[in-house]
């Protein structure tokens, strides 16, 4: 089974939709990353959480919301969906209490398309 | 100056030579240096840490840092088909990655 598992795999919505993606992982991890990615632009962060109760704007947070309902879950929520927000979601997770904490390690990918 | 920067590529090498990767950084602190491979629609994976000054090998990939040039890279000795993809390179800073825009290797068999 995959450590880290986003849902859903592919979206397709409309323009003004609420749209939630959902991250979980089994790698007992306490950090938590959302990026997206887009041709040319790399990996962009969009939040980030060191623990249940740390969230953190990213560089390009507008537009999106999170929520870390538990240490193994994060999701990424998008209030009213634009054009401009297709892109590949990823989610990533570390571990703070190893030496390489910044080793980041990610789920498969959401490809959101807004319409 | 952009703080983590790859040249985009395309880099074509053919099948069995020596792929090249280079990555540059803007902050002289960073301590240390990942390379990401990704395949076309999948999600990023880990393949080379490195944190000191020198060379790191694993297997056909060797990493290798210049900490006084900033600038850290990536050779892929015997290269297959199979080693087509973007190379990600990734730098720390306040406990964040930052991720270079990435190069495109496509090995020609």
């Known amino acids: 089974d995959a450590d880290v598992t986003q849902t859903p795999r592919n979206r397709i919505t409309k323009t003004g939709k609420r749209i939630m993606l959902e991250c979980s992982q089994t790698?007992?991890?306490?950090?938590m990353y959302w990026y997206r990615q887009d041709p040319g632009l790399g990996l962009r962060l969009i939040y980030y959480?060191?623990?249940?109760?740390?969230?953190n704007k990213g560089e390009i947070s507008d537009g999106y919301s999170v929520s870390r309902q538990a240490q193994a879950k994060f999701s990424l929520s998008l209030e009213s969906a634009i054009p401009n927000q297709t892109a590949l979601y990823f989610c990533?997770?570390?571990?703070?209490?190893?030496?390489?904490?910044?080793?980041?390690?990610f789920g498969p990918g959401t490809r959101l398309t807004v319409l | 100056q952009k703080e983590v920067e790859q040249n985009s590529g395309p880099l074509s090498v053919p099948e069995g030579a020596i792929a090249s990767l280079n990555c540059t950084y803007s902050?002289?602190?960073?301590?240390?240096f990942f390379w990401y491979r990704q395949y076309s629609g999948k999600s990023p994976e880990l393949i080379m840490s490195?944190?000191?000054?020198g060379d790191k090998e694993d297997g056909r990939f060797t990493a290798q840092l210049n900490k006084a040039s900033q600038y850290v890279s990536l050779l892929i000795r015997d290269s297959q088909p199979s080693d087509s993809a973007t190379y990600l390179c990734?730098?720390?800073?306040?406990?964040?990655?930052?991720f270079g825009t990435g190069t495109r290797l496509t090995i020609i068999p």
């Open positions: 959480s060191f623990d249940v109760k740390d969230i």
């Open positions: 990734a730098v720390p800073k306040n406990e964040k990655l930052t």
């Open positions: 490195i944190y000191s000054n």
């Open positions: 990533a997770t570390s571990d703070s209490s190893r030496r390489a904490t910044d080793t980041q390690y």
């Open positions: 902050d002289r602190v960073s301590q240390s």
């Open positions: 790698k007992g991890h306490d950090r």
